[in-house]
């Protein structure tokens, strides 16, 4: 079982569409969380930290499930902008990063 | 603020010569990352420093690559002999603490013919 597990996609949803992605997690000690975006030939930028209580940027929702070990991304009102592969990233502790492989997603008009 | 700086950008050699990839980390970041990236294999860590130390080399892949941290400001991945099978983009990171979030460099692109 890998450490850090995403959903690679493609989804695929109209402008104006909620859209959801889990990652879950095998290391229960975990500690901190993050998710980035990264787009086509990019480098991958933070997008936000994920925090115990679930923590919203405008259209952007992150939440962490300690008991089931995953944390979900949240996007509302889908824009054509918002098109990227979406990256899940845990800290493990002991210096130990986990980037997930990443979710596409597709946003079209 | 300047980010974590890279170059080159782009990187065209042919297979056998010595490729040599420079990072500058955010002032104040006491962690510096080097990670490869390709479609097969996706965002792979090769090596990190702390206060300049490396602390795990397990991602390099072979005794080929090579990295240096000489001071705080300053890193190297170098290839040595370069092999067609290196291509890919290389990334720098850098972050202020252990937990903290990553900031990316813009990457080179690296092809090896």
């Known amino acids: 079982r890998k450490e850090v597990e995403q959903d690679p996609g493609p989804f695929n949803v109209p402008e104006g569409a909620t859209v959801a992605f889990n990652c879950t997690y095998s290391n229960s000690a975990s500690q901190s969380f993050f998710w980035y975006r990264q787009d086509c030939r990019k480098e991958p930028k933070l997008l936000m930290s994920?925090?115990?209580s679930g923590n919203e940027d405008g259209r952007f929702t992150a939440q962490l499930n300690r008991a089931s070990q995953y944390i979900s991304l949240l996007i509302r009102d889908s824009k054509l902008s918002d098109s990227a592969t979406y990256l899940c990233?845990?800290?493990?502790?002991?210096?130990?990063?986990?980037f997930g492989a990443g979710t596409r997603l597709f946003v079209k008009a | 603020d300047a980010g974590v700086i890279q170059s080159p950008r782009h990187e065209v050699t042919e297979m056998g010569q010595e490729v040599t990839l420079r990072c500058k980390p955010i002032?104040?970041?006491?962690?510096l990352f080097w990670y490869r990236q390709t479609m097969m294999r996706g965002l792979e860590l090769l090596i990190y420093?702390?206060?300049?130390?490396?602390?795990?080399d397990s991602g390099m892949p072979e005794d080929r690559f090579s990295a240096k941290m000489p001071n705080a400001s300053f890193s190297t991945l170098k290839i040595q002999p370069s092999e067609p099978r290196d291509s890919a983009v290389y990334f720098c990171?850098?972050?202020?603490?252990?937990?903290?979030?990553?900031?990316f460099g813009d990457g080179t692109r690296l092809s090896i013919l």
């Open positions: 990233v845990v800290y493990t502790g002991g210096f130990k990063t986990i």
């Open positions: 420093f702390n206060n300049n130390v490396p602390i795990d």
């Open positions: 990171a850098s972050s202020p603490g252990q937990g903290q979030p990553q900031h």
């Open positions: 994920v925090y115990s």
């Open positions: 002032s104040g970041h006491d962690y």
